[in-house]
């Protein structure tokens, strides 16, 4: 095979996982961390490992209890990630998050930031803390 040949075939492979990484780009996973979640119980995954499996699948949307799961590893895999607490909803991205005036980064643990309380003005205002990022 010639180089012309090799180089064809990575662009070809290039283009091939950019499509699918932009077909994949409407999948979303919410996690709840109470039970105000509006579906009926067989439809949220419960446990880590149904959590881990649907993901693993790809599955365009999740719904979950397992927090442990939270990492902005799923937007890698094309996940939108919300989380919802007493009836409040935050999407968690890289960049201007609501919650925080810092510049959410991928080395940031967003789990640990979760429970640490830094968004609690935003999903449980009427728990004001006034906690800071990590």
Do not use: W
Not at 6 to 33: A, R, V, W
Not at 94 to 114: A, F, Q, V, Y
């Amino acid at each position: 095979m010639s180089s012309a040949d090799c180089q064809s075939t990575k662009n070809i492979q290039y283009m091939t996982d950019l499509k699918d990484q932009t077909n994949t780009m409407n999948k979303e996973i919410h996690f709840y961390m109470d039970a105000s979640y509006p579906f009926y119980a067989d439809q949220v995954c419960m446990t880590y490992d149904d959590t881990r499996s649907s993901i693993e699948r790809g599955h365009e949307v999740i719904h979950t209890t397992s927090i442990v799961n939270l990492s902005f590893d799923l937007l890698d895999l094309g996940y939108r990630i919300f989380v919802h607490r007493r009836g409040k909803s935050l999407e968690c991205k890289l960049g201007s998050m609501d919650g925080t005036d810092k510049e959410i980064r991928r080395p940031h643990n967003i789990l640990k930031m979760l429970i640490a309380g830094v968004f609690d003005d935003v999903l449980s205002p009427e728990c004001n803390n006034n906690k800071s990022v990590m």
